[in-house]
């Protein structure tokens, strides 16, 4: 359970996670959704349990709530299990339904598609195979999808790797040429076809939580918002079990959206990015931004990045 303000993030202080919020604070917002609830005569609540709960602050205008419970209704036997977003108008003592605002927890049949671009590093392809298969054997999600765009690999098959392993959604997209991490994240988002699907950009040299997939499907919003988690980056030498490091503020390199709205802001600027990488993370964001789209953002506890050696990278001997 997470229960924390997103926007109280002190970005200098980068060795913090994601502040908690205060057992008084939890205890308000649970009180105005059950005097909301109660308001419902067929929804008398006898019970309720907070599993998760977020709040984006907005000082001008108030706070937008992401709660989940558990509530045993007077009258039946079984409990239910609520996960909406709530907005609390600045000054007002209403907790509102933000019906505009909205992902449907009933629906886990959303597609993710998880989109990287690489070139050579085997040891690194097999590690974000493993990561992904970690995340599917423990989830039984059948609705993501790992697209792998390969420029030429020479160390191993990318392809036999996914064979080998347990994953039944997976797509190997050849391309030819210099490397181009933007050129490569597009070509895995213009594979996608379905506007209903969820199209998140990653990075091989990551672990990511086996919750990851189902955060992804709480933070995307279709027409409204993206999703930019920051991850902790280890220092040379530690691993996740003897971990030292610092929560990776600036980058936007994992970053997600529905694919109409990938459509919308027409992806990545391939003139300016073509074999060079660096700088198309910010490019992406004032890209969403501009086209009206929210970015939501917070240190995702179990997001790591791995220190590497940038020698051989893409391919290219002389970076180091």
Partial sequence: TWLFNHKKVNNKKVNEGNLLLSQERVDDVLNLYRRALN??????SEKMHVRHLEENNNWNSGSRFLLELSIKLQGKEE????????????????????????????????DVY???????????????????????NATGDENFELVIVDYGSEDLSVEKELYDSSLKRWKVITK??????????????????????????????????VGFVEYIRRHVIKGKMGYAPMFFRLRPG???????????????????????????????????????????????????????????????????????????????????
């Fill in 39 to 44: 308001r419902n005569k067929l929804y008398r």
């Fill in 79 to 110: 409990e239910i299990h609520t996960s909406e977003y709530t907005y609390l108008p600045k000054g007002s003592e209403q907790l509102c339904h933000t019906s505009n605002f909205q992902w449907n927890p009933d629906n886990d049949k959303v």
């Fill in 114 to 136: 998880l989109v990287v671009s690489l070139k050579n590093l085997g040891s690194w392809v097999r590690h974000l195979i493993y990561n992904v298969e970690d995340i599917y």
């Fill in 176 to 209: 030819t040429g210099g490397f181009s991490r933007s050129g490569g994240l597009q070509a895995g988002i213009n594979y996608v076809t379905n506007p209903n699907s969820i199209v998140m950009t990653i990075d091989m040299h990551l672990t990511m939580p």
């Fill in 238 to 320: 530690f691993t996740q079990i003897h971990y030292n490091g610092f929560w990776e503020t600036l980058t936007y390199g994992i970053f997600g959206l529905y694919k109409s709205d990938w459509t919308t802001m027409k992806g990545f600027n391939l003139k300016k990015y073509t074999t060079k990488w660096g700088g198309e993370d910010w490019d992406i964001l004032d890209k969403a931004l501009a086209a009206g789209f929210e970015m939501f953002r917070l240190r995702h506890v179990g997001l790591v990045h791995y220190h590497h050696t940038k020698a051989g990278m893409w391919g290219n001997k002389r970076r180091r």
